[in-house]
């Protein structure tokens, strides 16, 4: 706030609504470079590739700022990978995940030449392997491993446990490995696991990548890429604790530099980047008074911001102005 107005970096809040309309969703690009600079520094020990979830945000305008300083994309349908490429992200620095993509998607993602698919199931992994060879093209995978690691965060964003969707387990992921040499289209290259979104501490991304040490030893695998996903928590209220990403940053680190020898380390941080990076501004329409309530009605809805509707959030609301004396809730 300056002088009691709203401002994003310069720019009076009041000023862009007048002239594009409300609701408006505004984003600060500065506030984007800065977080992106932060994960860079935090994980330098490592020299990450930064793929960015674009699920978390994918608007060109946003995904080109994101490429611009240096980072790739996360993407897990082909209308994500159109947009990666269409805003500047090379191809060589988008991984394609997700339990979900179709015979059409796959085509796409080989023919762009994306850096490596990550495999969620034996079925997926038949499918990649007959189109690369259908189109001489070797490809690159990443095998997303399910290891059980619980985490403190929304049971609907809990990624990593036995039950979910996502991953091998380790006794299917160990079968598969038995078989790779009947994949002749497939260059085994890497391992991935994403424990889930919001994690608020460190401590489980430790718990996974000892239990990955294990794994890998047991089945004799030296993987040349580690991607150890996204999920880094980020405070939506005054006061709530999250780890600094920098602590975050240390903990990996030192683990990935004892423990694995690999050529190349992978993150996939979405909200971390992008989640307190914009707001939404609505304008209040009326003012209903009920006998036991009085609503403020305002031309944004839950179509337009749904995260406190699906995850029962909370959602920080300030006024646009702060009028002396006068009270907002
Ligand atoms: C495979 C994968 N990677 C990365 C992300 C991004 O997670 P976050 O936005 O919490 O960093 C997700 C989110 O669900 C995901 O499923």
Redesign the pocket.
């Known amino acids: 706030y300056r002088r009691g107005i709203f401002f994003i970096e310069n720019v009076a809040v009041r000023n862009l609504a007048r002239r594009f309309g409300t609701p408006l969703y505004i984003y600060s690009a500065g506030y984007i470079r800065d977080r992106i600079s932060e994960l860079f520094d935090a994980f330098a020990p490592v020299n990450p590739l930064i793929c960015y979830?674009v699920?978390?945000n994918g608007n060109l305008k946003v995904l080109r700022i994101i490429g611009k300083v240096g980072c790739g994309a996360?993407v897990?349908s082909g209308g994500e990978l159109a947009k990666a490429i269409k805003s500047g992200i090379p191809a060589s620095r988008i991984v394609y995940?997700?339990v979900g993509k179709t015979h059409e998607e796959i085509i796409s993602g080989i023919r762009a030449g994306i850096f490596l698919f990550?495999v969620e199931s034996m079925e997926e992994l038949v499918e990649i392997n007959a189109l690369a060879r259908k189109f001489g093209r070797k490809t690159a995978c990443s095998f997303?491993v399910n290891l059980n690691v619980d985490v403190d965060t929304h049971h609907y964003?809990r990624?990593a446990k036995a039950e979910t969707k996502?991953g091998l387990p380790l006794k299917d992921m160990a079968a598969l490995f038995q078989k790779r040499k009947k994949f002749t289209g497939i260059e085994f290259a890497g391992i991935q696991f994403?424990l889930?979104?919001?994690?608020k501490e460190s401590a489980p991304y430790v718990e996974a990548l000892r239990k990955l040490r294990r794994f890998l030893t047991s089945i004799r695998f030296s993987p040349r890429i580690l991607d150890i996903?996204?999920?880094?928590g980020i405070p939506y209220m005054a006061g709530e604790k999250v780890e600094s990403i920098f602590s975050f940053g240390e903990k990996i680190c030192s683990i990935i530099k004892r423990d694995f020898n690999v050529e190349k380390v992978i993150l996939?941080?979405?909200?971390?980047i992008v989640?307190n990076a914009g707001i939404l501004v609505a304008r209040i329409i009326y003012s209903k008074k009920t006998n036991s309530r009085n609503f403020l009605i305002t031309d944004a809805a839950m179509n337009d911001l749904i995260r406190p509707s699906l995850y029962s959030s909370y959602h920080l609301i300030l006024p646009e102005k702060f009028s002396s004396g006068r009270k907002c809730s």
């Open positions: 979830s699920k978390a996360d897990v995940a997700g990550t997303r964003t990624t996502f994403h889930g979104s919001q994690i996903g996204g999920g880094f996939e941080p979405g909200r971390f989640g």
